[in-house]
């Protein structure tokens, strides 16, 4: 290192490594990633792809308040003062985002909703919310990623681009790491990717089906009618599907030769027509198969911690998103408690946003409704929605400043290992306090 180099790096700081470190940019939520610290900046997280690599390294101090209120800087206190009293006093509160922040704070969040009688709706409810009511429909066959790690040999994606969305995805779980069972690793599984369009996922895979948009649900269902050994049309099917009878039949006989098999299904396949429908049949398909091989089914979640979300709600309320909790008892029901709904439809009175940016990804009629009522927003960075909002909290962000737990997309918890301080509370120490003010607000 030159003179003025080991000056400038002296003057940042001392340098560490934080070892296992947790990257919660997406749901693989690699625990495996070397964070390398410069006084208070990340220089270097070994392990980390590409989309981590721009989580960590991109992290920078934020020189915001802690806390905003209609605009202006303001103590925390004032802050959250306000805040209580704009959810004590609404109607039809609404709580929803949840899906980037620790299971701690997602608890808390679930607590502030019930002591206010409001709704809780999570970002589930806009990806995987069909797989949520597909799983109390039918179940779900499930495993860990560590089982498919060592024990997958047939891996199907199904409406999803993992190559491009969770680049770990192949190499640390599915496709190309050596199992305990499949010594040789790559060599020992077959992956097959059925999707609407030719994916980087596509190249990667053994073989791919390319079926007709919008056909999810008939694709499956040939499926469950070949795994039950009933006839079909070819020439219907072919229509149906955009896919040959002879290439399901090879698929189908793949499936029952596989000693473990894995389906796992993206939002390409649940947010399309058929949604919770199609979700229910991947399910179903994965249930069939087991009378002829082990074969289990996982959707692939986005956030780092969604799938803590759906966990967290549902262990608080029974259901996984889209709760209701205004009678003082839960009640679920997609469409008409999820958060874009009680928007647009102009229902909600108040709303507390928790991590998330509705104000960039909802719907026109809804993001004017929350620009027109009063909002609590806690957000690390500035957003859309933190700028309109009535009070506005800067947080740690949840795994580089802020410790806590994270569900991985297969629902295994893993510990937070964060490397930086920060100046700001994280998600959970501000709704702690603001829970303790709704609790003791006089109705
Ligand atoms: S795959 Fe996802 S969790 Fe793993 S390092 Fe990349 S962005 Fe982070």
Same mark, same amino acid.
């Given at each position: $290192?030159?003179r003025p180099?080991?000056?400038?790096?002296?003057?940042e700081?001392p340098?560490k490594v934080?070892?296992?470190a947790t990257?919660?940019?997406c749901g693989c939520?690699?625990?495996?990633i070397?964070l390398?610290?410069?006084g %208070?900046?990340?220089?270097?997280?070994? %392990?980390?792809?590409?989309?981590g690599?721009a989580?960590?390294?991109g992290?920078?101090a934020?020189?915001?308040?802690?806390?905003l209120?209609?605009?202006?800087?303001? #103590?925390?206190?004032?802050g959250l003062?306000?805040?209580?009293?704009?959810?004590?006093?609404?109607?039809y509160?609404?709580?929803y985002?949840?899906?980037?922040t620790t299971? +701690?704070?997602q608890?808390?969040?679930?607590?502030i909703a019930?002591?206010?009688g409001?709704t809780?709706?999570t970002?589930t409810s806009?990806?995987?919310?069909?797989? @949520? &009511?597909?799983?109390?429909?039918?179940g +779900?066959?499930?495993?860990?990623?560590g *089982?498919?790690?060592h024990?997958?040999?047939?891996?199907i994606y199904w409406?999803?681009?993992?190559?491009e969305?969770?680049?770990?995805?192949?190499?640390?779980?599915?496709?190309?790491p050596?199992?305990?069972?499949?010594?040789?690793g790559?060599?020992?599984?077959?992956?097959?990717v059925?999707d609407?369009?030719?994916?980087?996922?596509?190249?990667?895979?053994? &073989?791919?089906?390319r079926?007709?948009?919008r056909?999810?649900?008939?694709?499956?269902?040939?499926?469950?009618?070949?795994?039950?050994?009933?006839s079909?049309?070819?020439?219907r099917?072919?229509?149906?599907t955009g896919?040959?009878l002879?290439?399901?039949?090879?698929?189908m006989d793949? &499936?029952?030769?596989?000693?473990?098999g894995?389906?796992f299904?993206?939002?390409?396949?649940?947010m399309?027509?058929?949604?919770?429908l199609?979700?229910?049949?991947a399910l179903?398909?994965?249930?069939? &198969?087991?009378a002829?091989?082990?074969?289990v089914?996982?959707?692939?979640r986005?956030h780092?911690?969604v799938?803590?979300?759906?966990?967290?709600v549902?262990?608080?309320?029974?259901?996984?998103? @889209?709760?209701?909790?205004?009678?003082g008892?839960?009640?679920?029901?997609?469409?008409?408690?999820t958060?874009t709904?009680?928007l647009?439809?102009?229902?909600?009175?108040?709303?507390?946003?928790?991590?998330?940016d509705? $104000?960039?990804?909802?719907?026109?009629?809804?993001? +004017?409704h929350?620009a027109?009522?009063?909002?609590?927003?806690l957000?690390?960075? +500035?957003?859309?929605?933190t700028?309109?909002a009535a009070v506005?909290f800067?947080? #740690?962000?949840?795994g580089i400043?802020a410790p806590?737990?994270?569900y991985?997309?297969?629902d295994v918890?893993?510990t937070?290992r964060p490397?930086?301080?920060s100046p700001y509370?994280?998600?959970?120490?501000?709704?702690c306090r603001? *829970?303790?003010r709704v609790r003791?607000?006089?109705?």
């Open positions: $290192m030159s180099e080991a000056e400038v790096a002296a003057s700081g340098r934080v070892e296992d990257c919660t940019f939520v690699c625990d495996d070397a390398v610290v410069q %208070n900046r990340i220089v270097e997280a070994k %392990n980390a792809c590409v989309l690599k989580w960590f390294l992290h920078h934020q020189d915001r308040p802690a806390c209120v209609q605009g202006k800087p303001a #103590a925390m206190e004032e003062a306000r805040a209580a009293e704009i959810l004590v006093r609404a109607k509160p609404l709580v985002g949840l899906s980037d299971c +701690e704070a608890r808390k969040a679930v607590a019930d002591w206010i409001g809780v709706d970002t806009v990806c995987h919310g069909p797989s @949520g &009511m597909g799983f109390q429909a039918v +779900e066959v499930t495993a860990t990623l *089982e498919v790690r024990r997958g040999d047939l891996v409406g999803g681009n993992p190559a969305s969770h680049p770990r995805h192949f190499t640390r779980y599915t496709l190309m050596k199992g305990m069972f499949l010594p040789r790559r060599k020992d599984r077959t992956c097959v059925v609407v369009r030719r994916t980087k996922s596509a190249k990667a895979a053994d &073989m791919f089906i079926i007709t948009p056909k999810d649900f008939e694709a499956l269902w040939t499926l469950r009618a070949l795994a039950k050994g009933v079909l049309d070819a020439a099917v072919e229509t149906e896919v040959p002879a290439t399901w039949q090879d698929l793949h &499936m029952k030769r596989a000693r473990y894995v389906l299904f993206g939002m390409g396949l649940t399309t027509r058929g949604k919770h199609n979700s229910e049949a179903a398909l994965t249930r069939d &198969m087991n002829y091989t082990r074969f089914c996982k959707p692939v986005g780092g911690n799938t803590g979300a759906d966990n967290v549902s262990w608080s309320t029974g259901y996984p998103f @889209g709760v209701n909790l205004s009678r008892y839960p009640r679920f029901n997609p469409g008409e408690y958060a709904d009680v647009a439809r102009r229902e909600a009175d108040a709303a507390l946003i928790i991590a998330a509705p $104000m960039l990804n909802f719907c026109q009629a809804a993001r +004017e929350l027109s009522i009063p909002y609590v927003a957000d690390p960075q +500035e957003t859309l929605t700028r309109s506005a800067t947080t #740690a962000p949840y400043c806590g737990t994270v991985r997309m297969d918890p893993i937070l490397a930086l301080e509370p994280s998600d959970y120490e501000v709704l603001l *829970e303790e003791h607000a006089p109705l």
